[in-house]
């Protein structure tokens, strides 16, 4: 049989772990690797995440069966209108990663059009951490990875199989969305809210200036509520771009929200503002726990602990016995108690079951989820 090829276009965090699902399910696979930055082939070679460090788009796309862009969407735009003009082979299956699908999808005709295959792809999972360095086989592991046919027909539906198949390695749950209804929904549940964070977080900056303390209260709830708004601003400029339509209707929309809620405090309409937060209360708690979707779900961990030195080695030391890792660690400053609350943050549910039941059994620290 003849052996295959796939080309990565993009080697960070995704792209990387990426090439880790098709090595792990196509062991035969050689994956060859093009981004601009050297250092970043040069550091997935010496891992073993790619077989090959690529040339040029223009070498290395005619030897590919599946091409994959990892980058932002306006890149992979123009890098699309290169390929459509390559002799590539005649099965070559080509795919994206981006945020945002319908200007993708529709850049993709002049692939279509030429008779090369296209899918739209969306993984939706992440991390912390960023680079081809930071890339893990299992990073999309039970997380939706959305897919984009170009049309609903026979063919297309054949397409989205067997890119299925090349990503079956990555365990993820695939879900076959149309470009729109992508755009649509992730920009209610994904975009729509870095925009508020962004904008929440920047309203402190001038206040407080006028109020210092505000930034050690800013430590507790106020930065969980925004952490998203540390996301990349290159990423989130190009996202919104591609997304403007539907990001205008939507924020058209808050700011009639933001106008009704001005009204009510206004007329002092008690039952207007109780009716606006029991509607959120009951919506919220309706949502499934920690199930990856629309936004990263952050897996934390808080453990009740005594204030003495060595406390945070005590705790990360028993975790570390047990081979658990910690992604990021926090001690909480704005507390009612007299013992301190660590704040542990894990990559997934797994890693956070078995650190609760391992500080349990080695410990008499109060363990608990919020």
């Not at 660590?342 to 919020?370: P, V």
Request: negative net charge; contains cysteine.
């Amino acid at each position: 049989m003849e052996k295959k090829h796939v080309l990565i276009v993009g080697l960070g965090l995704i792209g990387g772990s990426i090439a880790l699902g098709i090595k792990k399910q196509h062991p035969t696979t050689e994956i060859i690797g093009l981004d601009v930055q050297k250092e970043s082939l040069i550091l997935g070679k010496n891992l073993g995440i790619i077989d090959t460090i690529g040339k040029t788009l223009q070498i290395e796309a005619p030897k590919a069966d599946l091409i994959i862009f990892c980058c932002p969407v306006k890149q992979t735009e123009v890098l699309i209108q290169e390929l459509a003009n390559l002799p590539l082979k005649e099965d070559v299956l080509v795919t994206d990663t981006g945020s945002t699908k319908s200007s993708i999808v529709e850049t993709a005709n002049l692939l279509t059009r030429v008779g090369i295959r296209f899918v739209g792809g969306h993984p939706m999972a992440g991390s912390h951490k960023s680079g081809v360095i930071a890339a893990k086989v299992d990073l999309f592991e039970n997380a939706y990875y959305l897919m984009t046919p170009v049309e609903d027909s026979t063919e297309s539906q054949a397409n989205v199989v067997e890119l299925q198949s090349w990503l079956k390695g990555t365990n993820a749950k695939f879900m076959v969305l149309s470009p729109q209804e992508h755009d649509e929904i992730t920009g209610m549940l994904s975009h729509l809210p870095h925009i508020i964070a962004a904008a929440l977080v920047n309203e402190t900056t001038g206040f407080t200036v006028e109020h210092p303390q505000a930034k050690r209260l800013a430590a507790g709830g106020f930065r969980d509520m925004t952490r998203i708004a540390s996301s990349d601003p290159v990423m989130w400029t190009d996202i919104l771009l591609t997304n403007k339509a539907v990001l205008l209707d939507l924020l058209a929309s808050w700011k009639q929200s933001v106008t009704d809620m001005m009204g009510y405090l206004e007329e002092q309409d008690s039952s207007a503002i109780y009716h606006f937060f029991d509607e959120a209360k009951e919506t919220r708690d309706a949502m499934p726990v920690h199930k990856d979707g629309a936004l990263p779900a952050f897996f934390d961990l808080f453990v009740d602990i005594p204030d003495y030195p060595g406390i945070i080695s005590e705790v990360t030391g028993y975790l570390a016995e047990d081979l658990i890792s910690v992604i990021n660690i926090k001690i909480l400053e704005t507390r009612e108690d007299i013992n301190g609350i660590l704040q542990l943050t894990f990559q997934n549910q797994g890693d956070l079951d078995r650190a609760k039941e391992c500080l349990k059994n080695k410990s008499s620290y109060r363990c608990y989820e919020k």
